[in-house]
């Protein structure tokens, strides 16, 4: 059983920066690096949770959805069992609670949505 927990929502202008983070914690082998591929999804008002960014275990791929690519940023730190998300000239559109994610399956398995653990979101709200 995996714990994710988010922090780093918050609101910004048009253009601004925010940094997200995850920190993942095995429940039963706690002190462990999780070694699952982990991600982050997003969840707009009226709108199905999307995929944004994952990453692998060792760092080595990482997947972007084409809405975040070029903007967005993952980085995964298995010293510290933590996923970060670094998103730069941000858009109204990008408002949505960001949700962390971890899949027992791929890093493919991941982009497709098939999540196996949660975290409880956190929001971010792009706005003038």
């Known amino acids: 059983q995996v714990s994710l927990v988010e922090s780093g929502g918050g609101s910004v202008q048009p253009g601004g920066s925010l940094r997200l983070s995850c920190v993942a914690s095995?429940?039963?082998?706690?002190?462990?690096?999780?070694?699952?591929?982990l991600g982050w999804f997003r969840q707009a008002p009226g709108k199905e949770r999307e995929f944004v960014a994952g990453?692998?275990?060792?760092?080595?791929?990482?997947y972007y959805s084409d809405a975040v690519k070029d903007r967005f940023s993952i980085v995964r730190d298995n010293a510290k069992n933590t996923v970060s998300l670094q998103m730069n000239s941000l858009k109204p559109a990008d408002t949505a609670v960001y949700y962390c994610?971890?899949?027992?399956?791929?890093?493919?398995?991941?982009?497709?949505?098939?999540?196996?653990?949660w975290g409880q979101g956190t929001q971010v709200t792009v706005s003038s």
């Open positions: 095995e429940r039963i082998t706690s002190g462990e690096s999780i070694t699952y591929p």
């Open positions: 990453v692998n275990w060792s760092g080595s791929r990482r």
């Open positions: 994610a971890a899949s027992r399956d791929d890093l493919t398995a991941l982009e497709r949505g098939n999540a196996d653990y």
